[in-house]
């Protein structure tokens, strides 16, 4: 018979009011529990799976399963009759010693096994030579797509979405549990534990934790500490059970480790019904606080219940899907039509070589829309009176091809001009003798 020590550690965390969390910690049997539901249901969701379990358990594999299917049940009922308590439930992992002695026990060396079984996202490891190693495969989104090769375990463990679990107890009338058996050895360390653990502290930690305090209850204690100090933004419950004599089996364990662990995986098969689980009749526990924090609803069977903000989106091309990317490319197409519009409405004139010429567009171009040369004048650019030439060479706009035409010829004109006034002013003061002089001018002109 092996020798157990156990301690554990529970909080709300940081941000919650209220700890929707629940554990057992009963030898042989333990367990973690983690509600969820608005209005306190997580909260009697997880304590009432929790007490079911406590009192059904029978110490075989079949029993725990057994046993967690009742706690199903029970939430189940308790979801139904009260409708305030409607689309609560609670996760759970279990662990219990099974003696070599009772009927189920399946040690590889006719000893005790501990059974590990589990629904939900609620983790156990094993803490085994200074190794951490995860046994239960978590019932949630972000494992399905890591499982389906959507997801990286990397990127599972910030996904916006990780909270969503895909079974859960209280759901449905009946629920699958997975469960392994493991063959336990001296120094080997049980952990049972909420998400609020992981999802705040890295397994590299976690292990750390484990080898550095060999007081249960200081190991439980500091892994939820660390989970506060993370963040806290979810209830952190830990249990930890060391497995402090085999009866012997470590010394030989070195001939035994190929079959240490026969840690095949069970799921049990819902079979509601008469032959289904037998609900547990337990009075109803005293109800908490009446606040929650809900974690997103779940759904026993992926296929049937998952709540549609956590279902991975079929690929397929619905009237929604069509009329949304007509949307878009109507946005685009009037986006793209409006920078064309006002890239080519327009013109310029400018310079083309060394002639004045006049173009389509805008000076230096809209993104991709340059400008084109709508046509050439006579016109060089040495002719442009010096006053204008800067604008023309960087391009002086006009609402239309005529008015271009106008500014040309205008600069035609006004360099003309330009160019002959000085013989105009030269020829004046003879022509108009009669004038009286311009002090100003007459030097220039009247001199000669
Ligand atoms: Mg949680």
Same mark, same amino acid.
């Given at each position: 018979m092996i020798a157990l020590r156990h301690g554990s550690a529970s909080d709300t965390g940081v941000?919650?009011?209220?700890?929707q969390d629940c554990s057992l910690v009963e030898e042989p049997l333990f367990a973690v529990a983690d509600g969820m539901g608005g209005h306190a249901a997580g909260e009697v969701a997880s304590q009432v799976a929790v007490e079911a379990l406590r009192r059904n358990a029978e110490p075989t594999a079949d029993g725990l399963v057994h046993a967690i299917r009742v706690a199903n049940r029970a939430v189940w009922e308790k979801s139904a009759a009260e409708p305030a308590m409607r689309g609560m439930g609670t996760t759970m992992c279990a662990i219990v010693v099974v003696p $070599? $002695?009772?009927?189920?026990a399946e040690g590889a060396d006719g000893s005790d096994t501990v059974v590990v079984a589990n629904v939900g996202d609620s983790r156990v490891y094993l803490f085994h030579d200074a190794e951490l190693e995860q046994i239960t495969e978590d019932h949630s989104l972000v494992e399905d797509l890591v499982r389906e090769g959507r997801l990286t375990a990397e990127e599972a463990k910030t996904h916006p979405q990780r909270n969503v679990v895909t079974r859960v107890l209280g759901i449905e009338e009946d629920v699958e549990v997975d469960s392994w058996q493991v063959v336990p050895y001296a120094g080997d360390r049980f952990l049972l534990c909420s998400d609020g653990l992981f999802n705040e502290v890295d397994e590299d930690t976690i292990a750390g934790v484990l080898r550095g305090h060999d007081d249960p209850s200081e190991a439980a204690s500091e892994l939820v500490r660390l989970a506060n100090a993370g963040g806290g933004r979810d209830n952190t419950t830990v249990v930890v059970v060391d497995v402090v004599d085999d009866g012997g089996r470590a010394g030989t364990a070195s001939a035994e480790l190929g079959t240490r662990r026969s840690t095949t995986k069970s799921t049990s098969t819902p079979s509601p019904g008469p032959d289904g689980p037998t609900p547990d009749r337990t009075a109803p526990l005293a109800m908490g606080a009446t606040e929650g924090a809900a974690r997103p609803t779940d759904a026993n069977r992926a296929a049937k219940r998952r709540p549609a903000h956590a279902a991975p989106k079929p690929r397929r091309l619905t009237w929604r899907v069509a009329l949304f990317a007509l949307a878009v490319l109507a946005v685009l197409g009037a986006a793209g039509g409006a920078t064309t519009w006002f890239a080519r409405s327009t013109y310029f004139v400018g310079v083309e070589g060394e002639e004045v010429a006049i173009f389509r567009g805008r000076p230096g171009g809209v993104l991709w829309l340059q400008p084109t040369l709508a046509e050439r004048t006579d016109l060089e650019l040495g002719d442009v009176p010096p006053a204008r030439r800067g604008d023309v060479e960087a391009g002086k706009q006009e609402a239309s091809l005529a008015d271009a035409r106008r500014y040309v010829e205008r600069l035609e004109t006004s360099g003309t001009t330009t160019t002959t006034a000085p013989v105009t002013t030269a020829t004046a003061p003879t022509t108009t003798a009669p004038a009286p002089p311009d002090p100003g001018a007459a030097p220039a002109t009247s001199t000669p």
């Open positions: 941000v919650r009011t209220i700890n $070599a $002695a009772l009927p189920g």
